[in-house]
């Protein structure tokens, strides 16, 4: 088909692909965008303090599982604080990893679609620089690691199909199995590729013993983890449906926009192009399955209402499938100029969507001025990283005021993982004791012991309380002292005496899954 018929070569035959005579790998500019964004990472990667959620980990001992998640990204923040030293920075280093490890495969899918210098170059330095990249790159959660593991699996499984290398299977099983330790949500994952195959094929594939093979491997790999939620009731289903109950409402209608703020709107244009060149471009048939499973993706986060990022994995793959046609897109004027200029437009597409993603991903705001700034409403995760130190000190506050008598036996009660999280990490040097919280894995913790007749509770309020003491009494509220609206700004720390019944009889009304 003739090019002006087709200018963004979504029909266009990619000759590559055809022959599987792949172009080669961009070293020098796939390497210089990892090198980039890791030292930008590094840098950046102790400003505004702990997130919550890696509060959370850090406290929680070694387990083969836990009631809210499997027990990789616990493990990783254990091993890298133990490596690196306790700060949020060396916390963080799985976290950059992740993202780096994610540039390359990003950067691999492009080439393995057939796309050359360009289409490398445009997948990592666009992936490497984009908003959803840059939060799970510099903040520790379980989202850092399936940014890399999804495409992996997809990269995986787009060499066994396209270079008939049925051994490739085996090795996405492998790492389906290892991935099963952080969330069970690679699951999805392979059902929407079923889907997608058994739609549109190529079905033969799953006609040959390979992926069944690769399902095996991966259930033996992750056998440890599944025997762990089948002998405690699945409690990864039961989490999500706390999820699904808590969240549902808000992500069933903030799912649409953030499909198109998942990289930044400029690049949505790229992921989007892709997504239409994967059903029209000849070459690219046997790859019409993924043009299903992205639907099959999203459909899953509407019912399950869980979390809006959950097709990020496959918004991945779909842009660097878009990167593809730009590059080719870039090479088909025959003139100098004409493709100079593309070039150029490229470019700045790439650096208007770097730009703002840089500012919303990344802790590049003063945190006093951080709360004037529409950042905090954009990026939950920054202003779920502002504040911690200031609030266990004002609980420390508290804490100390007690009578002497009290405080020798006193415990400090958290309402949710993120302050106990805190005052576990960051109390000892205020001379706080281990908190208890009755929130999702801490509560199977225990209670505190029953001679423990006064309780620093943080967070709720004197009438929720009063429900489970003989008296409670607000002696501080805390206050991030820069502004800054997060879920902890105006919370109440109280004071509270003589758990009614005991210990034993109000701790079970304390679990809480969300």
């Keep these: 088909m003739a090019v002006a018929a087709d200018p963004a070569g979504l029909r266009r035959p990619t000759a590559e692909l055809t022959s599987r005579s792949l172009p080669t790998f961009a070293w020098a500019p796939v390497v210089s965008a990892v090198l980039v964004v890791g030292a930008v990472l590094t840098l950046l990667s102790d400003e505004y303090g702990y997130h919550r959620d890696e509060l959370y980990f850090r406290m929680l001992e070694p387990a083969w599982g836990y009631i809210d998640q499997p027990p990789l990204t616990p493990l990783l923040a254990r091993a890298s604080t133990f490596l690196f030293g306790e700060s949020a920075a060396a916390l963080r280093v799985p976290a950059t990893l992740s993202l780096l490890a994610a540039i390359v495969v990003v950067a691999l899918l492009a080439r393995e679609l057939g796309g050359g210098r360009g289409a490398q170059t445009l997948a990592a330095w666009g992936f490497g620089t984009a908003a959803s990249p840059l939060i799970f790159g510099h903040t520790l959660l ?33 790492v389906t199995g290892l991935s099963l330790y952080n969330k069970l949500l690679i699951v999805v994952l392979l059902g929407a590729i079923v889907v997608g195959l058994l739609v549109v094929g190529p079905r033969r594939s799953l006609a040959t ?25 699945w409690p990864q289903l039961a989490m999500g449906s706390a999820l699904s109950e808590n969240n549902a409402a808000d992500v069933r209608v903030d799912m649409w926009l953030f499909q198109l703020l998942t990289l930044g709107p400029p690049l949505a244009v790229i992921w989007i192009i892709g997504f239409v060149a994967l059903w029209r471009r000849p070459a690219w048939r046997s790859l ?9 993706v999203v459909l899953f986060v ?19 499938a878009g990167c593809v046609v730009i590059g080719d897109w870039l090479a088909a004027p025959p003139g100098g100029g004409p493709r100079l200029r593309r070039r150029i437009a490229v470019i700045a597409l790439v650096v208007v969507n770097a730009v703002p993603s840089a500012f919303i991903g990344l802790p590049l705001v003063p945190v006093a001025e ?20 200031t609030y266990v000190r004002q609980v420390a506050d508290v804490y100390d005021a007690l009578p002497a008598e009290d405080r020798a036996s006193a415990v400090v009660v958290a309402q949710n993982y993120g302050e106990a999280g805190a005052i576990a990490v960051l109390g000892p040097e205020h001379g706080l004791p281990w908190p208890y919280s009755g929130h999702n894995e801490l509560h199977r913790s225990g209670p505190p012991p029953e001679d423990a007749r006064v309780a620093v509770v943080v967070g709720g309020t004197e009438a929720g309380w009063s429900r489970f003491f003989a008296s409670c009494t607000t002696e501080g509220v ?13 919370q109440a720390v ?10 034993d009889a109000v ?8």
């Design 288 to 296: 019409r399955f993924l043009v299903v499973a992205y639907p099959v």
């Design 370 to 389: 951080l709360g004037t700034t529409p950042i905090g409403d954009i990026n939950q995760t920054a202003r779920d990283a502002v504040g911690w130190e």
């Design 507 to 514: 701790w079970p009304e304390l679990a809480h899954l969300d």
């Design 478 to 490: 805390l206050d991030n002292g820069v502004g800054l609206d997060n879920e902890e700004q105006g």
């Design 302 to 320: 509407f019912v399950g209402g869980s979390q809006i990022y959950y097709a990020f994995g496959l918004v991945t793959v779909l842009f660097a």
């Design 142 to 174: 379980t989202a850092s690691l399936d940014m890399v593991v999804w495409p992996t699996v997809v990269l995986l499984v787009l060499r066994a199909l396209l270079r008939d290398e049925p051994r490739w299977w085996i090795v996405a099983g492998v």
């Design 494 to 503: 109280l004071v509270c005496r003589d758990p009614a019944g005991g210990w």
């Design 209 to 233: 013993r390979w992926p069944w093979l690769a399902a095996a491997v991966a259930v033996l790999v992750g056998l440890p983890n599944l025997v762990y939620q089948a002998t405690n009731g």
